[in-house]
């Protein structure tokens, strides 16, 4: 099992930029692909950048050029740099990893961009 811990939410304007971290635990070496979704209110969650099967990335098209995916030198942390936020973009941000074909979740941040 893997354990999930997200931070670095906030409310930004729009334009501004906002980091935000996951940190697993458990069995951080089984996981296989670990990223990140939102949720907007009335909305699916829905991908926003994930790494898969290593240091294979994929990005939504509506934040390609905006956010970065990157880890940290331990391979249980992940970061999400956000650029240029848009009123859009607010939403709950859910850190997921998915090992032995099974996704956890972590609690959720919230990202509020004001315009």
């Known amino acids: 099992q893997v354990q999930l811990v997200e931070s670095g939410g906030g409310l930004v304007q729009a334009g501004g930029s906002l980091r935000l971290s996951c940190a697993a635990s458990g069995s951080v070496f089984s996981i296989q692909d670990m990223g990140w979704y939102r949720q907007a209110p009335g909305k699916q969650r829905e991908l926003v950048a994930v790494?898969?099967?290593?240091?294979?990335?994929k990005y939504a098209d509506s934040v390609k050029g905006r956010f970065t995916i990157s880890r940290g030198t331990a391979k249980n942390t992940v970061y999400l740099q956000m650029n240029s936020l848009k009123p859009e973009d607010t939403a709950v941000y859910y850190c997921?990893?998915?090992?032995?074909?099974?996704?956890?979740w972590g609690k959720g941040t919230l990202v509020t961009v004001s315009s």
């Open positions: 997921n990893a998915n090992l032995y074909a099974l996704d956890y």
């Open positions: 790494f898969i099967s290593g240091p294979n990335t």
